[in-house]
């Protein structure tokens, strides 16, 4: 099993450009999560989704947008990057719950950079 | 929502020193309290978790410890080695079925460093 890949790894925008972020996971995990992690910050929840078609904000989900349309694959698009959107960017997976026992297993990250 | 408060925020012990780091947590409903270690340039990896009702649990060199009444946690480390230098997380999971299920809020993460 690959677990929870990211792609790409590395990239640096424009002030104003677009992208996507690619998460995948090969668990047959339910729940997938979007975080941005900053100095100091520690891990803060961008959006998440408790299953294939359905998403939900997290605590910072303003100029971010995600989709979930395979159970596998959950993405994370900028539509108009700024640089206050630079940081290194972790998806994550857990199993369902049926407790509230919630093992989250993170991606590699990816270290996006706006100038 | 749930708030996760983690300190120290740096800390540096000799080689086969004890490290220990604590969390505090709002939320009473939180019942899933797990650890995570990122090391540099890698995702998060969980290390240890504790549910909320057990008090102590032990993983060779690593036990957490819980206080449910003071809201309170902790990662202790003991015979620190070298590899053992990363970044900490604490996490607090509430158990309700409502939007916050399947969450965890991290607190701000800790930088150990372990000198030889």
Not at chain 2, 32 to 43: A, D, I, N, R, S
Not at chain 2, 101 to 106: A, V
Request: aromatic fraction near 10%; include cysteine.
């Amino acid at each position: 099993n690959a677990g929870v890949t990211q792609t790409p790894k590395f990239r640096v925008l424009k002030t104003g450009q677009s992208m996507t972020l690619l998460c995948a996971q090969d668990m047959n995990h339910e729940y997938m999560y979007w975080y941005r992690q900053d100095p100091g910050m520690g891990l803060r929840l961008i959006h998440y989704s408790v299953g294939e078609g359905t998403t939900a904000k997290g605590e910072v989900p303003d100029g971010y947008n995600v989709s979930r349309l395979k159970k596998q694959n959950f993405l994370l698009g900028l539509e108009s990057a700024a640089p206050s959107q630079t940081s290194v960017y972790f998806c994550a997976s857990s199993y369902l719950l049926g407790s509230s026992y919630n093992e989250q297993f993170f991606g590699p990250g990816t270290r996006l950079t706006v100038l | 929502g749930e708030n996760v408060e983690q300190h120290p925020s740096t800390l540096s012990v000799q080689e086969g020193d004890s490290a220990v780091i604590k969390c505090t947590y709002s939320d009473s409903a939180s019942n899933y309290f797990p650890w995570y270690k990122q090391e540099l340039g890698k995702g998060p990896q969980l290390i240890i978790d504790i549910r909320s009702n057990v008090g102590e649990k032990k993983d060779q060199r690593i036990a957490v410890t819980l206080n449910k009444t003071a809201k309170h946690f902790s990662l202790h480390i003991t015979e620190t080695q070298p590899e053992d230098s990363a970044v900490y997380f604490c996490a607090a999971s509430p158990s309700d079925r409502g939007s916050t299920l399947g969450r965890l809020y991290f607190g701000r993460g800790t930088q150990l460093t372990v000198w030889p």
